[in-house]
């Protein structure tokens, strides 16, 4: 088919990538920049590297960051998983509709709403914000995206091999266990992911939950760059976007060596 | 019920119950309440310990002056009718950009699409904060726009854009076209091309066929994409604050401001309130969306 390769696509697949990697790309480059302003170049320089890394309050938030992200999305990753089984094997149940609508609704929530509504529930119950405020923030979000990216895979597998376990003897936890968890393990472990990025990424919900002495990147780099752009943050930037970019293409080229295996383990099994 | 089943339920539903759907009351409660005693700390309105005669009191202490409030400043109305023209308008301009970059992607040879698709995606995983601050140093009157086009004699002087609605504009439908684009390249891929075929063969020409065939059985792709678009764009804050300047209203934006620099919760709550009866209606019809798509691939 020729026309795969039409003029129209080939222009609308190099403007639309133009557009979504420019921007970025711009930043990395002006990152290495040794000048001061950020508009004018002035040759290359590392100097914003080690300015942010002397930055104390930079790294401490990132270490709050990275705690908030690990603790949330693990506990996000269980609930959601949970909350996929019950939308996808859960059957009838007393407030299934509700349910559902909790699951999807905040996919959509605008977030200061979200923020605005966990803080003033922390707030009546006494809670002192802090770390554990924003990881029980973050965890109710992200476990809704975790159920999604499940439940997907939920849905597309064949139920008789889970049939077929229960039948051989198996209790439903042992069943659960053996089949279906490593089937639903890649989106498992994506829906991880996902709820690990949306973690390390999220201003407005942290910055409603946040205390005094918890303050996360986010929050520290919408301060910093209120205040116009700075080489230091487009320095962070980079190194934020490297983190994800190399993270990304392993994880796809995991992925993709295990289809391939997995392929190939077929082919030699219909042979013999 | 057996208690195992009961339990893998009770446990995410009532964590959702706790910190999804409690919060919305609370918000609402406090919308409902005085101004003077809600500033922290505020005194509860609801005695549950005093039972029905705290719950009857409770209903006579509430009032909605706050309601009122945001009636007669028309800030918080121009603020909301701003918000929802500027997601309409970048919905529409995200549709325009994103649909050729689905279709062309759906249309690309086989081995080539889980690579573009990565592609798509990849913006997703980096950080949104980070992807509206870029444009900060692009869009400035010293920045790289304004360079490009002073070199090419295209102006002569700078333009100013950042701290404009266009600048609001371009932070949106940059970071929100992703979630346009996958939606409706999950419907185009599925197309069967002998559909297209068959169009061609009967005398179609290929605009018709498009028009015809193709655009129709994209449409709950594109449906699913303007609703990722619209709603979380409404209550959009980061975008109109770091782009959008004094100037740009937009109701997520007025907010947090009362919340943070006027401090007035109950202001912020019905504001929150109102928004949330104005999402409503999106939000039940995506997830009305959502069912069905889900329905349509069992």
């Not at chain 2, 015809?212 to 804050?237: D, M, Q, R, W």
Request: proline fraction near 5%; charge should be neutral.
């Amino acid at each position: 088919m020729n026309r795969r390769f039409s003029l129209f696509n080939v222009t609308s697949l190099t403007l639309g990538f133009a557009f979504l990697y420019l921007p970025m790309i711009i930043l990395i480059i002006y990152s290495f920049n040794a000048s001061k302003l950020v508009t004018v170049w002035a040759g290359f320089s590392t100097r914003w590297y080690g300015e942010l890394l002397r930055n104390e309050q930079f790294l401490d938030a990132a270490w709050v960051t990275l705690k908030v992200a690990v603790a949330s999305s693990t506990l996000a990753t269980v609930l959601g998983t949970m909350a996929a089984y019950v939308l996808v094997r859960g059957g009838k149940f007393m407030g299934r509709t509700l349910f559902s609508g909790m699951i999807y609704a905040p996919l959509v929530m605008p977030e200061v709403i979200t923020g605005l509504s966990l803080l003033l529930l922390f707030i009546s119950i006494g809670l002192d914000r802090g770390v554990f405020t924003i990881v029980l923030a973050h965890t109710t979000f992200s476990m809704c995206y975790v159920s999604v990216v499940v439940s997907a895979r939920l849905v597309s597998f064949d139920r008789s091999l889970e049939e077929a376990a229960l039948d051989l003897g198996c209790s439903p936890f042992d069943a659960f266990k053996s089949v279906t968890l490593p089937i639903i393990t890649p989106a498992v472990v994506s829906g991880w992911l996902l709820a690990f990025t949306l973690s390390l990424d999220d201003l407005v919900i942290a910055s409603f939950t946040s205390g005094p002495s918890s303050t996360t990147l986010p929050i520290k780099i919408f301060s910093a760059v209120r205040l116009g752009v700075s080489p230091e943050i487009n320095a962070l930037s980079t190194i934020m976007i490297g983190i994800v970019a190399i993270g990304v293409v392993t994880a796809s080229l995991v992925s993709k060596r295990a289809i391939l295996r997995q392929k190939r383990e077929e082919e030699e099994g219909f042979k013999q | 019920m057996n208690p195992r089943r009961l339990l893998l339920i009770l446990v995410p539903y009532g964590w959702l119950l706790a910190l999804f759907l409690i919060p919305f009351v609370i918000v609402l409660k406090i919308a409902l309440s005085d101004t003077a005693i809600s500033i922290p700390p505020y005194t509860p309105l609801l005695d549950l310990a005093a039972g029905w005669e705290g719950f009857k009191s409770f209903l006579g202490q509430l009032d909605f002056e706050n309601f009122v409030f945001l009636t007669e400043d028309d800030l918080y109305w121009k603020a909301y009718l701003s918000s929802l023209q500027i997601a309409l308008v970048s919905t529409i301009i995200t549709l325009i950009i994103g649909y050729p970059i689905a279709y062309a992607m759906a249309r690309s040879a086989p081995e080539w699409r889980p690579t573009l698709m990565m592609l798509v995606i990849l913006p997703f995983w980096t950080s949104f904060l980070i992807r509206v601050y870029a444009w900060m140093g692009i869009l400035s009157n010293e920045g790289l726009l304004n360079q490009f086009l002073l070199w090419t004699g295209l102006i002569s002087d700078p333009l100013t854009i950042l701290n404009t609605k266009t600048a609001v504009y371009i932070g949106i439908v940059y970071t929100y076209l992703p979630f346009m684009i996958l939606p409706i390249y999950a419907t185009l891929e599925k197309l069967d091309a002998s559909l297209l075929e068959a169009a061609e063969d009967l005398g179609c020409t290929r605009l018709s066929a498009f028009w015809l065939v193709t655009f129709p059985l994209s449409k709950s792709g594109i449906i699913a994409g303007c609703f990722l678009v619209f709603i979380p764009v409404i209550g959009e804050f980061v975008i109109p604050s770091l782009l959008g300047g004094s100037g740009t209203l937009m109701i997520g934006k007025v907010l947090w401001e009362e919340f943070f620099s006027n401090r007035d919760w109950p202001v912020a709550s019905a504001v929150a309130v109102i928004l949330l009866m104005i999402l409503v209606i999106p939000i039940i019809l995506f997830q009305r969306n959502e069912q069905k798509n889900r329905e349509a691939d069992q």
